[in-house]
């Protein structure tokens, strides 16, 4: 059984900060690429940032992504935070098992929300 769990996500007012985390545990055998994600109300999930097992990183939006394999968490530091970054922020990982299948898994999601 393998799982992701987000946290730290809130309220905050505009210009703040907030750090996600999702930290995934099970019958892990390694955590390969693990990727940000969010949804606005009433629109696509869209794809917030991406970090490989070595640490190399992709952006689509401007937060800093980061992992610490030995905790098996990734992380996302979220500055200058805008009302349109509102949304529902989920963590996704491409897990191998110790049973050595491998499969995509999400967490259940947090809730971001930047509003005065």
């Known amino acids: 059984q393998v799982q992701l769990v987000e946290s730290g996500g809130g309220l905050v007012q505009p210009g703040g900060s907030l750090r996600l985390s999702c930290a995934a545990s099970?019958?892990?055998?390694?955590?390969?690429?693990m990727r940000w994600y969010r949804q606005a109300p009433g629109k696509e999930r869209e794809l917030v940032a991406v970090?490989?097992?070595g640490g190399s990183t992709n952006y689509v939006g401007r937060f800093t992504v980061s992992r610490d394999n030995a905790k098996k968490t990734m992380y996302l530091q979220m500055n200058s935070l805008e009302p349109e970054d509102t949304a529902v922020y989920y963590c996704?990982?491409?897990?191998?098992?110790?049973?050595?299948?491998?499969?995509?898994?999400w967490g259940q999601g947090t809730q971001v929300t930047v509003s005065s």
């Open positions: 996704n990982a491409y897990i191998t098992t110790s049973l050595m299948t491998a499969s995509d898994y």
């Open positions: 970090i490989t097992s």
């Open positions: 099970g019958n892990i055998f390694r955590v390969n690429a």
